[in-house]
C-alpha cells in the first residue's frame, strides 16, 4: 500500500507499541470458489530481528490452513 511520506510512521518504539495494543489482524488470500479471512491474534517480539518478528498461531482445523 502507497503511503506518502508526511504519513509514514518510521519510529520502531512507536510502531511497536500500536502493534502491541492492537494485537489482532485478519490473514486474507483468494481462493475458490471465494476469498477467504481469517482473523488471528499476533503478538510482537521488538528484539527479534532488525525490526522486531510478529508471532501468531493458527489452527490447523482452520479451513484456511
Avoid: C, K, V
Amino acid at each position: 500500500m502507497y503511503i506518502p511520506a508526511s504519513y509514514a510512521e518510521t519510529d520502531l518504539s512507536r510502531l511497536h507499541a500500536l502493534m502491541q495494543q492492537h494485537n489482532f489482524a485478519t490473514l486474507i488470500s483468494s481462493g475458490t470458489p471465494a476469498p477467504s479471512a481469517t482473523p488471528l491474534p499476533f503478538l510482537i517480539d521488538p528484539a527479534a530481528g532488525e525490526y522486531g518478528t510478529l508471532i501468531t498461531h493458527m489452527a490447523r482445523a482452520n479451513p484456511h490452513w
